[in-house]
């Protein structure tokens, strides 16, 4: 199996901690890039013929901002051009100011079966400083309209005069509306945002406060029933994403539109940031890649180490061993030897303990170098 992800580049407005590629000002554009993005498709259909995809994610920017018709008719390009497993998982990313009753309805007609809701925060003074375009009102009128549907809600953490309570509120607010999925991740300050500022003025939560709200935050999801799969990934049981899954088992993936990476037999390739140039190369019937590189079998076994890690399974030992060819606690004695205070196995996985996860980045490191 395999997954789909299609980037949809226009928001209403660009969030102040936002990098990804994301055009606020270029809407008006958004058929000609859906036209363009279903050119992508046919020209990647014969390379994929074999390929069963097993789910769908339609994210950005924010894909709830243009037209509904234009994601019905992305997914019956979808359908035309690909295989697609019978019981699929298609999400899509919306937000709370973009969304309507009307929207929802076409989005569930047309086979989505999964929503994820950038809730972020519960305070309106927050969601304000960080540049988010609806309210908490907007949130929950959303939720509403999405009672009974199997939908995700973001929460982050480490924003400016952010407390225990507010996250804890926020998670509270997430879960009484119906998401049994929650993503709870801590902003990331990236040079040449706006909120990059903040950073640099001091007035964003240091580490060690980021890391007290995440463990507010993952015991109280803990006490609603959400268990923790992944470092920022918490679910009611059987709500996992699939799609997130296949990333962190590394198994392949296809990507189309502008930014959208791709990981296919080993081989890693990811499309230009700039729309006007991936208007141009699609219009030019050339693909639109960027960069592209081979994976040779160290390269395969470091990835495979990292974003195992990253999960409360942790590392399948048998697998690897099938996979790689040897026996991982043999092969990474040292490194283990160094941090055999964060770690832990019973034999058939070897992973992160609980209580040190949140800080995995510094525990994995020490398997590279």
């Not at 046919?42 to 069963?52: F, G, Q």
């Not at 051009?81 to 929207?103: Q, V, Y």
């Not at 502008?258 to 037999?265: G, H, R, T």
Request: aromatic share 12%; hydrophobic share 35%.
């Amino acid at each position: 199996m395999a997954g789909i992800y299609i980037h949809i580049p226009f928001c209403k407005a660009k969030c102040r901690y936002c990098d990804f590629a994301s055009f606020p000002d270029k809407i008006y554009l958004a058929e000609s890039y859906m036209a363009c993005v279903y050119r992508e498709m046919v020209k990647r259909k014969d390379e994929l013929k074999d390929y069963t995809f097993d789910t769908v994610y339609i994210g950005g920017g924010t894909p709830s901002v243009i037209d509904e018709s234009f994601i019905a008719m992305l997914l019956a390009s979808v359908r035309k051009n690909f295989r697609l497993a019978k019981n699929a998982e298609i999400t899509i990313e919306i937000n709370p100011g973009t969304i309507s009753a009307g929207k929802i309805d076409l989005y569930k007609k047309c086979g989505i079966n999964r929503f994820s809701v950038g809730l972020q925060t519960a305070i309106d003074s927050q969601l304000r400083d960080i540049g988010r375009i609806h309210t908490l009102n907007e949130f929950v009128t959303c939720a509403k309209l999405l009672k009974g549907e199997n939908f995700s809600a973001d929460v982050m953490i480490g924003l400016k005069n952010q407390t225990a309570d507010d996250v804890l509120k926020t998670i509270e607010v997430a879960a009484a509306f119906g998401a049994s999925h929650i993503s709870m991740y801590a902003l990331t300050p990236e040079d040449g945002t706006p909120i990059y500022s903040d950073y640099l003025n001091g007035e964003l939560p240091d580490g060690d406060e980021v890391a007290s709200l995440y463990d507010a935050g993952r015991a109280r999801l803990e006490e609603l029933g959400f268990a923790r799969y992944e470092v920022s990934n918490f679910s009611k049981k059987g709500k996992e994403s699939r799609h997130n899954l296949n990333y962190w088992r590394r198994g392949e993936y296809i990507g189309f539109g502008v930014s959208a990476s791709s990981c296919i037999k080993n081989v890693r390739f990811t499309n230009t940031y700039d729309l006007d140039e991936y208007f141009k190369c699609i219009l030019s019937d050339n693909f639109a890649v960027i960069d592209r590189q081979e994976i040779d079998e160290d390269g395969q076994e470091e990835e495979y180490i990292m974003l195992a890690l990253r999960t409360v399974r942790g590392i399948d030992l048998e697998e690897y061993k099938k996979l790689f060819g040897c026996n991982f606690g043999e092969k990474y004695a040292e490194a283990i030897k160094k941090v055999e205070g964060f770690v832990e196995s019973d034999g058939k996985y070897f992973r992160i303990k609980d209580e040190s996860l949140f800080v995995q980045n510094s525990i994995i490191v020490e398997f590279f170098n």
